[in-house]
C-alpha cells in the first residue's frame, strides 16, 4: 500500500539527519525523531483521548516543533489539524472554533485567555496546553518502549487540514487542504524548483498561512530536506541564519526581502550556498530583483492561492527581468485557462480570470457548500484574479476582482497604476482603491509612502501620471501614509484602506 506517512519513510532511509529545528530554542527533530513523536502522540491522541480520523485538532500557538509533530500525527491517523489565526480577536476565533467543531484545542500560555473568552472553548471536549504537549514530547522521545499504533488506511481524499482564508470581506473561510492536495503539491514545487534532499532553508511565515506549510515545509519534508523554524520574521536574523545554516532555498514576499535589502548586514552578508529565493503575494519591482542578482541572489517569481496547490505557477529566475512582473508559467500537473465573464476563453493580452483544475485544488470549504459551488464550477476553480497571457505564455496578474473599481463605466485595475507609481523615484510604496465618486461613480485613491529623505506632493502624483495612463485611471486622490496597513499574511491591507477613506471622504 502508498502511504502518506512521510516521516516513517525517511526514518528508515535517513533516520540520523535532522528534518527540523527551532531557531530560537535551538531544539531539533531527526526524521528517526519525528517518526518516534509521531507514533507516541498518535496513540495518546487516539488511546487515551479517543480521537478517531477525521476528528478536528484546533492549534492556538506561535511556530514550534510541536506543528511539525502534530502533521506526522495527520498523516499517521487522519486526524484533521486546524491551525488558528492568534492575531484575531476572540470574537473571531469564536467563529473558528465554532466552525471547525474541534475535539481537542491545543494553546500557548500567551493565548489561552483570548482562547478562554470565547463560548465555543466551553464546548471542546479536550483542552491541552502547549507546555504539557511539549512536556509530553520530551517523555515520548525519552521512551525506550512505545505502544504500537494501528496504521488508519488515508486516501489522497482525506483532510489533512483546515486553513481559514484571511477573510477581508467577511467571517474566514476553512479551505480544506487534503493529503493528495500536501502530495501533488510537493510534485510540483519539486519539479518546478529541483528540490533535493540536500536542499536547506527556514520559514518565517505562521502556522495559520498555507505558506508556512506548502510552499517549501511539506515538500522538503516530503524529500528529507531539513527546515528552521522561526517563531517571526526579522530581517537581520534571516540574513544571520541564511547564512551561517548554509540555507539554499528562502521563500518571503518583496516587503521582506525588501526589508533583509536595507538592513547594514546585507553588504557583508555571504549568500554563496543560496540557490534562490522564491518571492510570491506580489510583484516584486525590477530595482529589487537587480538588487538581489547583484549579490548573486536569483529571484524566481510565482503565485499561488490557500485553495489551490499553493505553488501554482513559477517563473524561471532567467527570465526575472525579461518577464518582470510575470508569475511565468503553471506548474506541472495544472489545467489552466483564462475566461471572461460568460467562461470563453480570453486571447492573448486579453485580461481574464484565472481558473484552474487538477489534483491540487480543495475538494471545498468546510461546512459552506454555498461558497464552494460558487467557487468551484464544473470541476474549475474561479480563483477571482484576473490575469493576462502573452504571446509566450507568461501569465500576468492584472488584478483581483474585487480591487477592480469602476469610473465612468471603465475597468480600472489598481496593480496596473500602482505598478507605474512604484517606478517614481521617491515613492517607497503605494495602494490604490476604488472610492465613491457623484460624477463618475468611483474614483482612485492613491496610498502613497515616501523614500526617507524625498519629498512628493499630490500635484507630484497627477503630473508622473499624466501621459503614462489614461486620464480615467489617474487616481483623482492622493493621501500619504507613514507606512501601508498590512494583514496576517503580509499583503497590503485594502479593507484597512477603505476604512481610512471613509473618514477622509
Not at 12 to 20: E, R
Not at 319 to 328: E, L
Request: contains cysteine; charged residues 20%; proline residues 5%.
Amino acid at each position: 500500500m502508498i502511504t502518506n506517512d512521510w516521516s516513517l519513510k525517511w526514518a528508515g532511509y535517513n533516520p540520523d539527519k535532522v528534518a527540523v529545528a527551532e531557531f530560537e530554542t535551538g531544539r531539533q527533530l531527526t526524521y528517526a525523531q519525528l517518526n518516534k513523536l509521531g507514533n507516541g502522540l498518535s496513540y495518546y491522541f487516539t488511546h487515551e483521548l479517543e480521537l478517531k480520523k477525521g476528528d478536528r485538532i484546533a492549534i492556538l500557538a506561535e511556530n514550534c516543533l510541536e506543528y511539525i509533530a502534530l502533521l506526522a500525527v495527520a498523516q499517521k491517523t487522519g486526524i484533521i489539524l486546524v491551525p488558528l489565526n492568534y492575531r484575531l480577536t476572540s470574537h473571531e476565533i469564536d467563529f473558528l472554533i465554532s466552525y471547525s467543531e474541534p475535539a481537542l484545542i491545543i494553546t500557548e500560555d500567551k493565548f489561552f485567555e483570548k482562547v478562554q473568552q470565547t463560548s465555543a472553548f466551553k464546548a471542546v471536549k479536550h483542552h491541552l496546553n502547549l507546555l504539557d504537549l511539549q512536556s509530553k514530547t520530551v517523555e515520548l522521545l525519552n521512551s525506550k518502549d512505545l505502544a504500537s499504533i494501528t496504521g488508519e488506511t488515508i486516501t489522497h481524499q482525506d483532510a489533512a487540514l483546515i486553513i481559514y482564508t484571511s477573510g477581508t470581506t467577511a467571517f474566514p473561510k476553512g479551505s480544506v487542504y487534503t493529503h493528495g492536495m500536501m502530495f501533488w503539491n510537493s510534485i510540483n514545487t519539486q519539479l518546478r524548483l529541483d528540490i533535493t534532499s540536500a536542499d536547506r532553508s527556514v520559514n518565517v511565515a505562521p502556522p495559520f498561512h498555507t505558506g508556512n506549510w506548502n510552499v517549501l515545509l511539506t515538500p522538503f519534508l516530503h524529500h528529507g530536506a531539513y527546515t528552521l523554524i522561526m517563531k517571526s520574521f526579522d530581517a537581520d536574523k534571516v540574513l544571520e541564519v541564511l547564512e551561517k545554516d548554509d540555507l539554499t532555498i528562502f521563500w518571503a514576499v518583496p516587503t521582506m526581502l525588501k526589508m533583509m535589502a536595507d538592513s547594514p548586514l546585507f553588504e557583508d552578508t555571504n549568500f554563496s550556498r543560496i540557490r534562490y529565493f522564491i518571492v510570491g503575494g506580489e510583484a516584486m519591482p525590477v530595482p529589487l530583483i537587480g538588487k538581489w542578482h547583484e549579490k548573486g541572489v536569483p529571484i524566481r517569481q510565482g503565485y499561488g492561492l490557500t485553495e489551490v496547490g499553493p505553488n501554482v505557477t513559477s517563473l524561471n529566475h532567467q527570465d526575472a527581468i525579461r518577464k518582470a512582473g510575470s508569475i511565468g508559467k503553471p506548474n506541472f500537473y495544472y489545467g489552466a485557462k483564462l475566461v471572461d465573464e460568460h467562461g470563453n476563453e480570453t486571447d492573448p493580452n486579453q485580461p481574464g480570470e484565472l481558473v484552474l483544475n487538477g489534483p491540487t485544488v480543495t475538494p471545498g470549504y468546510w461546512k459552506n457548500p454555498e461558497a464552494t459551488t460558487s467557487t468551484i464550477i464544473d470541476g474549475w476553480f474561479h480563483t477571482g484574479d484576473i490575469m493576462r497571457r502573452d504571446e509566450e505564455g507568461f501569465l500576468f496578474v492584472v488584478d483581483r476582482i474585487k480591487n477592480m473599481y469602476i469610473s465612468g463605466a471603465e475597468n480600472v485595475y489598481p496593480a496596473e497604476i500602482e505598478y507605474l507609481l512604484r517606478s517614481h523615484p521617491a515613492v517607497d510604496s503605494v495602494a490604490i482603491i476604488g472610492v465613491p465618486d457623484e460624477k463618475w461613480g468611483e474614483s482612485g485613491m492613491a496610498f502613497i509612502v515616501v523614500k526617507a529623505g524625498e519629498k512628493l506632493s499630490a500635484e507630484d502624483i497627477f503630473a508622473y501620471c499624466h501621459g503614462k495612463l489614461a486620464k480615467f485611471k489617474i487616481p483623482k486622490y492622493v493621501k500619504f501614509l507613514d507606512e501601508l496597513p498590512k494583514n496576517d499574511a503580509g499583503k497590503i491591507d485594502r479593507k484597512k484602506l477603505k476604512e481610512i477613506s471613509n473618514q477622509l471622504q
